[in-house]
């Protein structure tokens, strides 16, 4: 599976990593840098991928512990977690922005929009049965320009 990105990155978090985690209360460690470093210029990784990263800016780092950064992380609020249904947990620097994803059936490929109306919720059901609603999260489910392009194109010339 491969994780394509298409939204705008922005550009000035990178090098605030350590400052980030001291704002979250957290201790500033390498693998928490390499870690949210590794989410900023990979959005929408899964954990295994974000290790692969960290792994390669640190030299060795386990598994367990990017799983521990990014669990630890994501309650700060430095990093948000999306499950898309039949995917593994992806993972984002992009936060509290109440953006949207467009998730590629075929290929899994997630792809960040901004949200239409600004202030969550975004969508108010009806009825709201009492809720106070804070936050709605939305998939939007279809195919990627390259997977569209495959699906368009006759079985019998597909290599
Ligand atoms: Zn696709
Ligand atoms: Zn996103």
Redesign the pocket.
């Known amino acids: 599976m491969k994780f394509v990105y298409f939204g705008a990155v922005k550009a000035n978090d990178v090098l605030e990593a350590p400052a980030l985690l001291r704002a979250a209360g957290l201790r500033v460690t390498s693998p928490r840098v390499a870690v949210l470093v590794a989410l900023h210029e990979h ?2 990784s899964t954990a295994d991928t974000v290790a692969r990263y960290a792994r390669d800016a640190l030299g060795s780092v386990s598994t367990q512990a990017v799983y521990d950064v990014l669990a630890a992380c994501t309650q700060a609020g430095l990093v948000r977690r999306i499950e898309p249904a039949g995917s593994p947990a992806r993972f ?1 620097t ?1 936060t509290a922005d109440n ?1 949207h ?1 467009l998730v590629c059936r075929s290929c899994g490929a997630v792809a ?1 929009v901004d949200c239409a109306l600004g202030e969550p919720p975004c969508l108010t059901p009806s009825p709201e049965h009492g809720f106070v609603l804070d936050e709605a999260e939305v998939v939007f489910w279809g195919y990627c320009p390259s997977c569209q392009t495959i699906r368009a194109t006759p079985k019998e010339t597909r290599s």
Do not use: A, F, L, V
């Open positions: 959005p929408h984002e992009r953006h994803h960040d």
